[in-house]
C-alpha cells in the first residue's frame, strides 16, 4: 500500500513525516528502518509519525533510525511547522510526546517548550544534561572542525559513567562572545548529525553553568538553533524555549 510523505529537515537535521491524524497507519519496526536508511528507503535522520488524540491537539511519535522511540526537538519544530502550514495550528498548542506534554507558541516563529531541567551532573570537566533526551556535553579549546567525532565519541563511550548511562555526545566550542558551536554524535542514529535540538538545549544550559552566561545562538553544522531559558537561584532551568528554520524539502510515495 502506498502511503503520503513528507521530507522535512531542521537546520539540517532530516526527517520523514507522516500524517497519520486519521489514526489508520501503523508500522513494525522493520519498516521504520527501512524508511530512514538511505539505501533502501528515503534517509534520514528520523521517522515522525502525527496522531490524534483525545486529551492534546495531537501526539506525535519519533522514532530513531534504529527503530527505538525518543523525543526529538528538531523534529518537533518539522511538525510542528507542517501542521501550522496545512492550518491544522494557528495558535498556541500543546502535543504529546514520548517524554510527555511538550507546549508550543505559533505565531511567525515557532517556539518549542522544551521540559525544565532540575538536576546535571558534572563528570571531570565534562556535563551530563537530560534536555528530551540523554546528552553527554564536551568543551573543546580548539577549533570544532578538527574534530574527529567518531574516534572522540568512541573514547567518550569507554567512559564507565557512559556504560551505565548510554547517550548523545555534543562537543562544543565558543566561536565568540554569544555564539556556541557544536557538533553532535547521536546515540540510534549512531552517526553524527548536522543537528540535534535537544542536544542544542543541552549544550546552551552547560555552557551557561560553565561560563556563568547565555550564549545566544547554537551553531550546528547544518544551521543555527536558539535556545531561550530561565535561570532559576537553585541551579535549575526553566522556560526553556527551542526556536529553528524547520522547512519542506520534497513530498513523495513509499510502499509498506
Do not use: W
Not at 507522516?18 to 535522520?45: A, H, M, P, R, W
Amino acid at each position: 500500500m502506498p502511503i503520503n510523505f513528507y521530507k522535512y529537515q531542521s537546520s539540517g537535521n532530516s526527517f520523514i513525516l507522516i500524517d497519520n491524524l486519521e489514526n489508520k497507519i501503523s508500522f513494525t519496526k522493520s519498516q521504520i528502518i527501512k524508511f530512514c536508511d538511505y539505501n533502501y528507503g528515503v534517509g534520514s535522520d528520523g521517522l515522525i509519525i502525527l496522531k490524534s488524540h483525545k486529551e492534546s491537539d495531537f501526539e506525535l511519535e519519533f522514532f530513531n533510525p534504529d527503530g527505538t522511540k525518543s523525543f526529538c526537538g528538531n523534529g518537533s519544530l518539522c511538525a510542528l511547522y507542517f501542521l501550522k502550514k496545512k492550518n491544522f495550528l494557528n495558535k498556541n498548542c500543546n502535543f504529546i510526546a514520548f517524554d510527555g506534554i511538550h507546549e508550543a507558541k505559533i505565531n511567525d516563529d515557532i517556539y518549542l517548550k522544551m521540559k525544565n531541567i532540575d538536576f546535571y551532573e558534572k563528570i571531570n570537566n565534562d556535563y551530563y544534561i537530560y534536555s528530551g533526551a540523554p546528552h553527554y556535553v564536551k568543551f573543546i579549546d580548539n577549533n570544532l572542525k578538527n574534530i574527529d567525532v567518531v574516534n572522540e565519541s568512541k573514547i567518550i563511550k569507554n567512559l564507565d559513567f557512559f556504560k551505565k548511562n548510554p547517550c548523545n555526545i555534543n562537543f562544543v566550542s565558543l566561536e565568540d562572545r554569544s555564539v556556541i558551536s557544536v557538533r553532535t554524535f547521536e546515540k540510534g542514529v549512531d552517526r553524527e548529525t548536522l543537528s540535534c535540538g535537544t542536544g542544542a538545549v543541552a549544550s546552551a544550559i552547560a555552557f551557561s553553568i560553565k561560563e556563568n552566561r547565555k550564549a545566544k545562538h547554537v551553531r550546528m553544522e547544518g544551521g543555527i538553533l536558539k535556545v531561550i531559558f530561565k535561570i532559576n537561584n537553585n541551579n535549575t532551568f526553566s522556560d526553556i524555549y527551542l526556536l529553528g528554520d524547520p522547512r519542506e524539502v520534497f513530498t513523495g510515495k513509499i510502499s509498506i
